[in-house]
C-alpha cells in the first residue's frame, strides 16, 4: 500500500520561506511512471495544484506560483519536498503531496494517493 | 486556465436517495474529468476518472458522465458513509484545476 506523510514546519513568518517534505512508502519516486505532486487548499475553499517532479528531475510548476516554487526529490530518502519563497498570509493553507498517476485507456492524469495534509499558517 | 464550476455548492439529501453533482468546464476538456471525495480533516480520495471509469474499491453506486464541458457525478441510493465533498479536476491541460466542491449533508 503507497503512503505519503508530509512533514515541516506549521507557522512561517511572512516573506520567509516555506519548507515541507513528503515521504513516500510502498513507492519508490525514483522509479519513474508516476508524478510526486504537491496541492494546497485554504482554509474552507477548494485546491489548488502547486507542481510535480517526475523522473528525478523533471519540474513543472503552476505558472501562477512558479516564480516562488521549487520541488526537489531525494530517491535515496524516498521523499520529495516543496519550498516556496517569499510567503504572504495568502499562502496559509493545509498542503498535500499526492501521487500522480496517468490512468484509462485517454490516459488521464489523477491523484490516486495523498497524504493527510498538514497546514502551514503564515503569520509573525 | 480552465475553471471548474460545480453546481450546486451544498445539497442536503436522505439516506437512500439519488444525488446529482454537476461539474462545466470553462473550455471543451475532452474526458478528461476526474472526480474526489473528501471528508472532513482528511484528504481527498480519487472515486472516478476519464470520467466514467471508477477507481478500484469505489462502490457501484457512484457513476460519472459527461464529456465536452459538462459532466455529472450520482451517487445512487446514497449511504451515511457518502455525507462528504466532492471535488471534480480537470486534467485536459496544466495547471489542472479543480471544482470549488459540493457538500453533501444530511437533511
Known amino acids: 500500500q503507497v503512503q505519503l506523510q508530509e512533514s515541516g514546519p506549521g507557522l512561517v513568518k511572512p516573506s520567509q520561506t516555506l519548507s515541507l517534505t513528503c515521504t513516500v512508502s510502498g513507492d519508490s519516486i525514483g522509479s519513474g511512471g508516476y508524478y510526486w505532486t504537491w496541492i494546497r487548499q485554504h482554509p474552507g475553499k477548494g485546491l489548488e495544484w502547486i507542481g510535480y517532479i517526475q523522473y528525478s528531475k523533471n519540474t513543472y510548476y503552476n505558472p501562477s506560483l512558479t516564480s516562488r516554487v521549487t520541488i526537489s526529490e531525494d530517491t535515496s530518502e524516498n521523499q520529495f519536498s516543496l519550498r516556496l519563497t517569499s510567503v504572504t498570509a495568502a499562502d496559509t493553507a493545509v498542503y498535500y503531496c499526492a501521487r500522480g498517476a496517468r490512468k484509462g485507456v485517454i490516459v488521464a492524469d489523477t491523484f490516486d494517493y495523498w497524504g493527510q495534509g498538514t497546514l502551514v499558517t503564515v503569520s509573525s | 486556465d480552465i475553471q471548474m464550476t460545480q453546481s450546486p455548492s451544498s445539497l442536503s439529501a436522505s439516506v437512500g436517495d439519488r444525488v446529482t453533482i454537476t461539474c462545466r468546464a470553462s473550455?471543451?476538456?475532452?474526458?478528461?474529468l476526474n472526480w474526489y471525495q473528501q471528508k472532513p480533516g482528511k484528504a481527498p480520495k480519487l472515486l472516478i476518472y476519464a470520467p466514467s471509469t471508477l477507481e478500484s474499491g469505489v462502490p457501484s453506486r457512484f457513476s460519472g458522465s459527461g464529456s465536452g464541458t459538462d459532466f455529472t457525478l450520482t451517487i445512487s441510493n446514497l449511504q451515511p458513509e457518502d455525507f462528504a465533498t466532492y471535488f471534480c479536476q480537470q486534467s485536459y491541460s496544466t495547471p489542472w484545476t479543480f471544482g470549488q466542491g459540493t457538500k453533501v449533508e444530511i437533511k
Open positions: 473550455q471543451t476538456i475532452s474526458s478528461y
